[in-house]
């Protein structure tokens, strides 16, 4: 297993150079100059020029490209062209939402999901089977943002119990951070909710169906003996996938959500850095974007041969 | 065990009585246009960074309501008889955030970074031979002729401002951001706590002295109201309306238009015009460097495409904020007047393309830069484009978000080879009511402004009206400025607009209406 692991870790290297090489050259080939959106709306042709001069946007690409890959081996990300902080200081700033975003998330689709899935599965095509992927499939078909404002309407501005908008660090107290994670993360876990609980399902079912079930109910096993520890722990494997999916697609992609909740997360400064053609800042993020799916990757790999033990590396 | 349970009980107050510490602080939340990503105003025209700077930063001079300049930093001054050359005191009390005192050569150097970067700076600085200092609080400016312009330019409100920095600071090459945002104004930047795109506090200066003179626009007292000031960033114009009418702000810059009615109805919360000249003037820049536009008779057909009330209509809806002018300088302002107005007498789409077939176009596509992501720009440039198509005008609009727009307005190449004929775009009320300040209106050929007209006489009238004795030779000089824009069509303008603050009444008191820059610091919290 440990030498699995450092191959796995080791084959992240080529991964991670093909990453940094496609992401500089095609932001330095999409249209847009950072100079001209710092110079400003009444600045000259002239100052513009200036501007992308004293930054080395001027300099010849690989030229670049060589400098970055410098500071990258040394640890160094660089500094965002627009604050002139340091691109690890803006990722760090951003973690700590995220991270609470995406666990409070997966917090409220799994703890919805796996016993729907489950309950789903056990009665299958019953009423409550259909009543279940109905509320799974409108969870998903729902747009976020749709949701999100719907939310916010009755939940903080009709009857005032929950904020509107804002992240509160857990420095602040452990209440006002629930708080402000509660809308967000029933928005976002509705729809996460419904593709896990139909994942669940299909899984379900194809292990309910298998002879080992039978035996178990045969023998008199108590039915949430044999749903929870015979039939879901042999059906998790492509839970966790799904789960794991979730992870890497919460870490880099809920702009939406953060956006209309207002949480500072590493979505909302990817876009925010992508429209204002902060190179430095993407660069940095894409990075560790792909870090953190190859991470992902690696522990589902892993839980794999602790969940089904025929599993071996 | 007790003492485990203890030490957590322990972690776990501690950030309670942090938060409590923090609620008894009076904190203004407020949400901008934008958020605030650079520090230094002066490195960029950004409105946003000028806002900030005005927080941090104190200027020589303020301009009042009626931009009229009055003195901020400056105690006294004189202006001698020949007007040449002009003494400026700095008034007691005057200290920097790290506590050192501002002297003239912080003063100087400031002055000079400024004059090297921002456009009015500039056109200030060509007048001025030498700027001395006599002594720590006093120094002369010394002009090579008059220009009437020299206290209105130091204490103008729109970007950039005249912002005073300490000499290391101001000694930055002016092409690049100054690292630490240390000012002597009335509130003191915690750099610590930015979050770009997030969040950036400010907190009250205890040791700013503060003039006497009631608070007037950018000019008066600039008394710290509360103890920290919070610019939140909150992109989502919904998301900001809905924590305005639950008490989760106190201050909204600019709502959009659609929500204003909304906002009105709301309890606690009030709207004020930003000031006595309306927030913004629309614009529709032609390339003057590439067919057809290269031909005056080409652009003075397109202002037959222009129906002031259908941009107006689509971009603000309700017209009690908005206003037809039919003018380049801001109607209401001080130098509004109808030079020049007979030009855009009627929308005639018919004509226009018989007027543009004369001047030389034959079905060229004339390449319109569409910025697709942008509140009032997007939709007027769409107004725009089915007006030139309603013409039989071959529109090669292109979509892109605007910070496309601004990377390729500045390529002066040919539109078949990555130039442009046509962009849309905004400016200031207050900028644009000053033939000097309204940088637009120039026509400086490749030192001007994207788009870049060419017209000698227009600029000759720019400078006479710097140089004008009295504000009726400034009137008259305006009239004839405007008239010789409009023949050249500098611009065309589709009308203007007001997009009033919204902010808590109930929570929040002394809102300082100030079009183009929000004055924050005299804010108080109830």
Same mark, same amino acid.
């Given at each position: 297993m440990t030498s699995y692991i450092v191959r796995r870790l080791f084959a992240t290297l080529p991964v991670m150079a093909v990453v940094a090489l496609f992401v500089f050259f095609l932001l330095r080939f999409a249209p847009g100059d950072p100079a001209a959106i710092i110079a400003g709306d009444d600045a000259t042709a002239e100052s513009i020029a200036a501007v992308r001069v004293k930054l080395g946007l001027d300099r010849p690409m690989v030229e670049q490209f060589v400098v970055w890959v410098g500071q990258l081996l040394q640890g160094d990300m660089g500094v965002s062209i627009?604050?002139?902080?340091a691109v690890t200081r803006l990722i760090a700033q951003r973690l700590e939402p995220t991270v609470a975003l995406t666990l409070s998330t997966l917090f409220v689709a799994v703890a919805l999901a796996v016993p729907i899935g489950v309950v789903a599965a056990w009665k299958a095509r019953k009423l409550v089977d259909r009543l279940a992927m109905a509320f799974a499939v409108l969870g998903f078909a729902m747009p976020t943002f749709v949701l999100a404002y719907i939310l916010i309407y009755f939940f903080?501005?009709?009857?005032?119990?929950?904020?509107v908008q804002g992240y509160a660090p857990i420095k602040q107290g452990f209440w006002p951070f629930v708080e402000s994670l509660i809308l967000p993360s029933v928005a976002l876990g509705i729809t996460y909710m419904a593709l896990i609980a139909r994942i669940t399902r299909a899984s379900m079912l194809e292990v309910l169906a298998q002879d080992y079930i039978r035996t178990a109910n045969s023998k008199g096993l108590a039915t949430d003996r044999v749903l929870l520890l015979h039939a879901l722990k042999n059906a998790a494997v492509p839970i966790v996938t799904v789960i794991g999916i979730g992870i890497a697609l919460l870490i880099s992609g809920v702009v939406i959500t953060e956006t209309v909740f207002n949480i500072p997360g590493l979505g909302r400064l990817t876009v925010d850095a992508v429209l204002k053609r902060d190179y430095p800042v993407v660069q940095g993020l894409i990075l560790v974007f792909a870090g953190a799916k190859v991470l992902v990757n690696l522990i589902i790999d892993i839980s794999y041969a602790f969940l089904d033990p025929r599993i071996r590396y | 065990m007790f003492r485990r349970i203890l030490a957590g009980a322990l972690a776990l107050a501690v950030p309670f009585a942090a938060a409590d510490v923090q609620a008894q602080e009076k904190v203004l939340k407020a949400v901008m246009h934008a958020d605030v990503r650079v520090i230094d105003p002066v490195w960029t025209t950004q409105t946003i960074a000028n806002i900030h700077g005005a927080l941090i930063y104190d200027t020589l001079f303020g301009n009042d309501g009626n931009q009229k300049p009055q003195p901020q930093m400056v105690g006294k001054y004189e202006i001698s008889p020949d007007r040449l050359t002009y003494t400026f005191t700095l008034r007691d009390g005057l200290k920097f955030h790290d506590g050192s005192p501002v002297t003239t050569k912080d003063v100087i150097a400031s002055l000079k970074r400024w004059g090297a970067k921002d456009g009015v700076g500039q056109r200030l600085m060509g007048f001025v031979t030498k700027m001395e200092p006599v002594d720590d609080k006093t120094f002369t400016m010394v002009l090579r002729e008059p220009y009437g312009m020299v206290l209105e330019s130091l204490g103008k409100s729109q970007s950039s401002i005249a912002a005073i920095m300490r000499e290391k600071d101001a000694l930055t090459d002016p092409q690049q951001q100054v690292k630490e945002a240390v000012g002597s104004g009335p509130y003191m930047f915690a750099k610590d706590q930015w979050v770009p795109g997030s969040k950036a506090v400010y907190l009250k200066n205890k040791d700013y002295v503060p003039r006497t003179e009631a608070p007037s626009s950018f000019a008066g007292a600039k008394i710290p109201g509360v103890d920290r000031i919070e610019l939140v960033w909150i992109s989502d114009p919904q998301t900001t309306m809905s924590a305005l009418i639950n008490g989760e702000i106190d201050f909204y810059e600019q709502p959009t238009n659609d929500f204003l009615p909304l906002l009105e109805k709301a309890r606690g919360v009030k709207l004020m015009k @930003?000031?006595?000249?309306?927030?913004t003037q629309g614009m529709i820049r032609l390339n003057h460097l590439h067919p057809p536009f290269d031909n005056v008779k080409a652009r003075q057909a397109m202002y037959y495409l222009i129906n002031q009330e259908d941009f107006l209509r689509t971009i603000v809806g309700d017209p009690k904020f908005y206003r037809v002018c039919k003018g380049l300088l801001t109607c209401g302002g001080p130098y509004e007047n109808d030079g020049g107005s007979e030009l855009m007498k009627e929308y005639n789409p018919k004509k226009a393309l018989q007027l543009l077939k004369e001047a030389g176009y034959k079905g060229e596509p004339i390449t319109v830069l569409s910025a697709?992501?942008?509140? @009032?720009i997007t939709p007027a440039t769409q107004v725009l484009v089915q007006a030139m198509r309603e013409a039989g005008i071959n529109v090669d609009a292109q979509s892109m978000d605007w910070g496309s727009v601004v990377t390729r307005r500045a390529k002066k190449e040919p539109p078949a080879q990555g130039g442009w004929n046509i962009f849309v775009t905004t400016s200031g009320g207050v900028g644009s009511s000053n033939p000097v300040l309204h940088t637009w209106i120039g026509a400086a050929c490749d030192k001007g402004l994207f788009g870049w007209p060419c017209d000698p006489e227009v600029e000759k009238l720019r400078n006479a009206f710097g140089m004008a004795a009295t504000e009726e030779e400034r009137k008259k000089i305006a009239k004839e400025l405007q008239t010789r824009a409009m023949e050249q069509v500098v611009f065309l303008p589709f009308g203007q607009w007001d997009t009033p603050i919204a902010f808590r009444g109930d929570k929040i008191d002394n809102v300082v209406p100030n079009t183009g820059l929000a004055v924050l610091w005299g804010i108080t919290k109830k």
């Amino acid at each position: 297993m440990t030498s699995y692991i450092v191959r796995r870790l080791f084959a992240t290297l080529p991964v991670m150079a093909v990453v940094a090489l496609f992401v500089f050259f095609l932001l330095r080939f999409a249209p847009g100059d950072p100079a001209a959106i710092i110079a400003g709306d009444d600045a000259t042709a002239e100052s513009i020029a200036a501007v992308r001069v004293k930054l080395g946007l001027d300099r010849p690409m690989v030229e670049q490209f060589v400098v970055w890959v410098g500071q990258l081996l040394q640890g160094d990300m660089g500094v965002s062209i627009f604050s002139n902080l340091a691109v690890t200081r803006l990722i760090a700033q951003r973690l700590e939402p995220t991270v609470a975003l995406t666990l409070s998330t997966l917090f409220v689709a799994v703890a919805l999901a796996v016993p729907i899935g489950v309950v789903a599965a056990w009665k299958a095509r019953k009423l409550v089977d259909r009543l279940a992927m109905a509320f799974a499939v409108l969870g998903f078909a729902m747009p976020t943002f749709v949701l999100a404002y719907i939310l916010i309407y009755f939940f903080a501005v009709q009857w005032q119990l929950l904020p509107v908008q804002g992240y509160a660090p857990i420095k602040q107290g452990f209440w006002p951070f629930v708080e402000s994670l509660i809308l967000p993360s029933v928005a976002l876990g509705i729809t996460y909710m419904a593709l896990i609980a139909r994942i669940t399902r299909a899984s379900m079912l194809e292990v309910l169906a298998q002879d080992y079930i039978r035996t178990a109910n045969s023998k008199g096993l108590a039915t949430d003996r044999v749903l929870l520890l015979h039939a879901l722990k042999n059906a998790a494997v492509p839970i966790v996938t799904v789960i794991g999916i979730g992870i890497a697609l919460l870490i880099s992609g809920v702009v939406i959500t953060e956006t209309v909740f207002n949480i500072p997360g590493l979505g909302r400064l990817t876009v925010d850095a992508v429209l204002k053609r902060d190179y430095p800042v993407v660069q940095g993020l894409i990075l560790v974007f792909a870090g953190a799916k190859v991470l992902v990757n690696l522990i589902i790999d892993i839980s794999y041969a602790f969940l089904d033990p025929r599993i071996r590396y | 065990m007790f003492r485990r349970i203890l030490a957590g009980a322990l972690a776990l107050a501690v950030p309670f009585a942090a938060a409590d510490v923090q609620a008894q602080e009076k904190v203004l939340k407020a949400v901008m246009h934008a958020d605030v990503r650079v520090i230094d105003p002066v490195w960029t025209t950004q409105t946003i960074a000028n806002i900030h700077g005005a927080l941090i930063y104190d200027t020589l001079f303020g301009n009042d309501g009626n931009q009229k300049p009055q003195p901020q930093m400056v105690g006294k001054y004189e202006i001698s008889p020949d007007r040449l050359t002009y003494t400026f005191t700095l008034r007691d009390g005057l200290k920097f955030h790290d506590g050192s005192p501002v002297t003239t050569k912080d003063v100087i150097a400031s002055l000079k970074r400024w004059g090297a970067k921002d456009g009015v700076g500039q056109r200030l600085m060509g007048f001025v031979t030498k700027m001395e200092p006599v002594d720590d609080k006093t120094f002369t400016m010394v002009l090579r002729e008059p220009y009437g312009m020299v206290l209105e330019s130091l204490g103008k409100s729109q970007s950039s401002i005249a912002a005073i920095m300490r000499e290391k600071d101001a000694l930055t090459d002016p092409q690049q951001q100054v690292k630490e945002a240390v000012g002597s104004g009335p509130y003191m930047f915690a750099k610590d706590q930015w979050v770009p795109g997030s969040k950036a506090v400010y907190l009250k200066n205890k040791d700013y002295v503060p003039r006497t003179e009631a608070p007037s626009s950018f000019a008066g007292a600039k008394i710290p109201g509360v103890d920290r000031i919070e610019l939140v960033w909150i992109s989502d114009p919904q998301t900001t309306m809905s924590a305005l009418i639950n008490g989760e702000i106190d201050f909204y810059e600019q709502p959009t238009n659609d929500f204003l009615p909304l906002l009105e109805k709301a309890r606690g919360v009030k709207l004020m015009k @930003t000031g006595k000249i309306d927030s913004t003037q629309g614009m529709i820049r032609l390339n003057h460097l590439h067919p057809p536009f290269d031909n005056v008779k080409a652009r003075q057909a397109m202002y037959y495409l222009i129906n002031q009330e259908d941009f107006l209509r689509t971009i603000v809806g309700d017209p009690k904020f908005y206003r037809v002018c039919k003018g380049l300088l801001t109607c209401g302002g001080p130098y509004e007047n109808d030079g020049g107005s007979e030009l855009m007498k009627e929308y005639n789409p018919k004509k226009a393309l018989q007027l543009l077939k004369e001047a030389g176009y034959k079905g060229e596509p004339i390449t319109v830069l569409s910025a697709t992501d942008h509140a @009032t720009i997007t939709p007027a440039t769409q107004v725009l484009v089915q007006a030139m198509r309603e013409a039989g005008i071959n529109v090669d609009a292109q979509s892109m978000d605007w910070g496309s727009v601004v990377t390729r307005r500045a390529k002066k190449e040919p539109p078949a080879q990555g130039g442009w004929n046509i962009f849309v775009t905004t400016s200031g009320g207050v900028g644009s009511s000053n033939p000097v300040l309204h940088t637009w209106i120039g026509a400086a050929c490749d030192k001007g402004l994207f788009g870049w007209p060419c017209d000698p006489e227009v600029e000759k009238l720019r400078n006479a009206f710097g140089m004008a004795a009295t504000e009726e030779e400034r009137k008259k000089i305006a009239k004839e400025l405007q008239t010789r824009a409009m023949e050249q069509v500098v611009f065309l303008p589709f009308g203007q607009w007001d997009t009033p603050i919204a902010f808590r009444g109930d929570k929040i008191d002394n809102v300082v209406p100030n079009t183009g820059l929000a004055v924050l610091w005299g804010i108080t919290k109830k």
